[in-house]
Nanobody, 124 residues
Framework: QVQLGESGGGSVQAGGSLRLTCAVSSYSYCMGWFRQAPGKEREGVASIHTSGMTNYADSVKGRFTISKDNTKNTQYLQMNSLKPEDTAMYYC?????????????????????WGQGTQVTVSS
């Protein structure tokens, strides 16, 4: 049984920044973030492996940075230069089992655990 708790969401103006935090109750080799806007499908945002390898959606490259503290079982998503289109519910995901790959698709297919989400709203 694994529990995830997200925090750090809020409302900001375009160009602002937020940092999301996800604390996981167990060690995980692969973690990441997904988001879903009203009326739209869920999309992957970023993922990170214990090795340090990361993956980003094209829409957030250069603006978002994912990091992980293995000691605290916590991951972070630093979001800079936020745009209105970044507005969504952001969900944390974590996979316990070890694999070399830690892509966003891996998190979706490898029975990852999910948080309840934190809302990010960006106004223009």
């Amino acid at each position: 049984q694994v529990q995830l708790g997200e925090s750090g969401g809020g409302s900001v103006q375009a160009g602002g920044s937020l940092r999301l935090t996800c604390a996981v109750s167990s060690y995980s080799y692969c973690m990441g973030w997904f988001r879903q806007a009203p009326g739209k499908e869920r999309e992957g945002v970023a993922s990170i492996h214990t090795s340090g390898m990361t993956n980003y959606a094209d829409s957030v490259k250069g603006r978002f940075t994912i990091s992980k503290d293995n000691t605290k079982n916590t991951q972070y998503l630093q979001m800079n230069s936020l745009k209105p289109e970044d507005t969504a519910m952001y969900y944390c995901a974590a996979r316990l089992g070890y694999k070399l790959s830690c892509s966003l698709s891996d998190l979706l297919s490898d029975s990852a655990y999910w948080g309840q989400g934190t809302q990010v709203t960006v106004s223009s």
